[in-house]
């Protein structure tokens, strides 16, 4: 079983940054589509940003963070990461980090292991 732990949110000015890491305890890390997803107060759970496994260099952003968020992984450290740069205060939200396999390639949805979420606030 996979299991995630979000950390790095917090309170933010709007035009500022944060960095979120998610570790992930697996030994086949590697082999993991990775994704970061955000749910704001009343709305549903959208995606963010998906990582390909070690085997592919697919990455993808949803159109409202493309430019300003960038996902990386770490298949060393077992770590995946959202830089998150010139937040605006709709990016507030509970951010998670999801992991599935490799053989499930739709970045954007159908993920089989969910974190608990760390809170990012952007104040105006």
């Known amino acids: 079983q996979v299991q995630l732990a979000e950390s790095g949110g917090g309170l933010v000015q709007a035009g500022g940054s944060l960095r979120l890491s998610c570790a992930v305890s697996?030994?086949?890390?590697?082999?993991?589509?990775m994704g970061w997803f955000r749910q704001a107060p009343g709305k549903e759970r959208e995606f963010v940003a998906g990582?390909?496994?070690?085997?592919?260099?697919?990455?993808i952003y949803a159109e409202s963070v493309r430019g300003r968020f960038i996902i990386s992984r770490d298949n060393a450290k077992n770590t995946v990461s959202l830089q998150m740069n010139s937040l605006k205060p709709e990016d507030t939200a509970v951010y998670y980090c999801a992991a599935k396999s490799w053989a499930s390639a739709n970045l954007r949805g159908e993920y089989s292991d969910w974190g608990q979420g760390t809170q990012v606030t952007v104040s105006s």
């Open positions: 697996t030994r086949t890390f590697s082999n993991l589509n």
């Open positions: 990582i390909g496994w070690s085997g592919s260099s697919v990455i």
